[in-house]
T-cell receptor, first 115, second 115 residues
Framework: GENVEQHPSTLSVQEGDSAVIKCTYS??????FPWYKQELGKRPQLIID?????GEKKDQRIAVTLNKTAKHFSLHITETQPEDSAVYFC??????????????FGTGTRLTIIP | GAVVSQHPSWVICKSGTSVKIECRSL??????MFWYRQFPKQSLMLMAT?????????EQGVEKDKFLINHASLTLSTLTVTSAHPEDSSFYIC???????????FGPGTRLTVL
């Protein structure tokens, strides 16, 4: 089955700086890669996703890049703010209707923004 | 996005008792629902996938006789933890997907504490 590795496990950055979180996956058939933000005791929230036919996607301060050949994808957060502090999870899935396909999650990154 | 609810949000029970957790899609028909377990400071681990009207598919290592899943309608799936023990204490999260959406929507989670 799919295996998703995520690094680093913890990350502290000064407010205003950028943060980068990296994930690698093992199943070459995976074609959907969402990123989730989870605050303590809350549900995961989808913040951005990318499909395998795209190399990069951006939404305001958040961007995701995908390298299918190397089987890795990264989350980039620019101009970080205190409210970005949370745990971030990458995930991978395969199929056509991603709402009905199981997700394999990475191990998570605890991001702390230092004011 | 679509809304998924869970009930209860938290439950405390005695060892040996059974606990039922409900997951509902409030404004869409969920053809597939997923159940995850999340221990403190760990990632989401998929327990099982359920499709309306059919038996759930359990992930390797998850005891199907201990974690009973029923997906009786397109808006409701239940997870029953039978003969709960302290090691079953965890955060249980469901997610749901429908044919009208291309992503999964997560419930708010249920915190189970077994004394």
């Amino acid at each position: 089955g799919e295996n998703v590795e995520q690094h680093p496990s913890t990350l502290s950055v000064q407010e205003g700086d950028s943060a980068v979180i990296k994930c690698t996956y093992s199943d070459s058939a995976s074609n959907y890669f969402p990123w989730y933000k989870q605050e303590l005791g809350k549900r995961p929230q989808l913040i951005i996703d990318i499909r395998s036919n795209v190399g990069e996607k951006k939404d305001q301060r958040i961007a995701v890049t995908l390298n299918k050949t190397a089987k890795h994808f990264s989350l980039h957060i620019t101009e970080t703010q205190p409210e970005d502090s949370a745990v971030y999870f990458c995930a991978a899935s395969r199929g056509t209707n991603f709402g009905n396909e199981k997700l394999t999650f990475g191990t998570g990154t605890r991001l702390t923004i230092i004011p | 996005g679509a809304v998924v609810s869970q009930h209860p949000s938290w439950v405390i029970c005695k060892s040996g008792t059974s606990v039922k957790i409900e997951c509902r899609s409030l404004d869409f028909q969920a053809t597939t629902m997923f159940w995850y377990r999340q221990f403190p400071k760990q990632s989401l681990m998929l327990m099982a996938t359920s499709n309306e009207g059919s038996k759930a598919t359990y992930e390797q290592g998850v005891e199907k006789d201990k974690f009973l899943i029923n997906h009786a309608s397109l808006t409701l799936s239940t997870l029953t933890v039978t003969s709960a023990h302290p090691e079953d204490s965890s955060f249980y999260i469901c997610s749901a997907g429908g044919i009208s959406y291309n992503e999964q929507f997560f419930g708010p989670g249920t915190r189970l504490t077994v004394l």
